[in-house]
């Protein structure tokens, strides 16, 4: 590394605290992409990026927290920031709507084999809810995020002979039984009203008219 790169990759996150300090998102941006050029681990890019975003977070500047944290997740699993980012991003586009997003987003995560049972629990579970959010009142669809919910239940449903020695099991365990509460849920919408007359066909629009009724309110998890 040239004196040169080593300035910038000690100046670069002092520039970026500052204009995220002032709300100068466009400066902060370009005082990050000093940084990635001048830090060839990406280290210390992804811890400015990943504290720029919390930041807009609080903020909820939800494009800026978007865009940095797709800058984190970009590096690839090499980053240690890299699940965290990919749990952040799920949770703001659950916040913006972007429900089939987020479900992706957590999909993603799901395929990263080196996190823990808790975090893999916690984001199958928030696949399950993101699935049901943007199903709506379709009852193929609901059944759909129903069945991702009860694929995580048996995947990471903890023995019952396990002793829950460490937090990890805990969290893991918690995460299970929200799922199982959340797949309920969804299966108490999809039982017909009654009482109904036999001598007339439930149609789709009975059924979706029950299930657009007030019902338990889910609801996204942190690991």
């Known amino acids: 590394m040239?004196?040169?790169?080593?300035?910038r990759r000690r100046v670069a996150p002092l520039a970026a605290y500052a204009?995220?300090?002032l709300g100068r998102w466009t400066e902060m941006q370009a005082a990050l992409d000093q940084l990635k050029q001048a830090d060839p681990d990406s280290t210390v890019f992804a811890e400015a990026a990943s504290r720029a975003?919390?930041?807009?977070?609080?903020?909820?500047?939800?494009?800026?927290?978007?865009?940095?944290?797709a800058s984190v997740i970009q590096l690839g699993e090499a980053s240690p920031l890299f699940t965290d980012?990919?749990?952040r991003q799920g949770t703001i586009q659950f916040e913006q709507m972007q429900y089939?997003?987020?479900a992706q987003t957590y999909q993603q995560l799901l395929k990263v084999q080196t996190i823990n049972s808790a975090v893999r629990a916690a984001a199958s579970l928030n696949q399950g809810v993101c699935l049901e959010k943007e199903a709506g009142n379709?009852?193929?669809?609901?059944?759909?995020?129903?069945?991702?919910?009860?694929?995580?239940i048996v995947q990471f449903a903890v023995?019952?002979?396990?002793?829950?020695?460490?937090?990890?099991?805990?969290?893991?365990?918690?995460?299970?039984?929200?799922?199982?509460?959340?797949?309920a849920a969804i299966h108490i919408k999809l039982v017909p009203p009654q009482p109904?007359?036999?001598?007339?066909?439930?149609?789709?629009?009975?059924?979706?008219?029950?299930i657009a009724q007030p019902d338990v309110k889910t609801h996204l998890t942190s690991a």
């Not at 379709?138 to 995580?152: H, I, M, N, S, V």
């Not at 002979?161 to 797949?183: F, G, S, Y």
């Open 159 to 183: 023995p019952p002979e396990k002793e829950l020695a460490t937090e990890e099991d805990r969290m893991t365990v918690q995460h299970v039984v929200n799922a199982a509460r959340t797949a």
């Open 138 to 152: 379709d009852p193929q669809k609901l059944l759909a995020a129903a069945r991702t919910l009860e694929e995580g």
């Open 19 to 21: 204009s995220w300090q």
């Open 2 to 7: 040239t004196q040169s790169e080593d300035t």
């Open 196 to 210: 109904h007359d036999p001598q007339k066909p439930l149609t789709t629009e009975d059924l979706a008219a029950w």
């Open 85 to 87: 980012a990919l749990m």
């Open 100 to 102: 089939s997003a987020a």
């Open 53 to 69: 975003a919390d930041h807009a977070i609080a903020q909820r500047s939800w494009e800026n927290a978007s865009s940095l944290l």
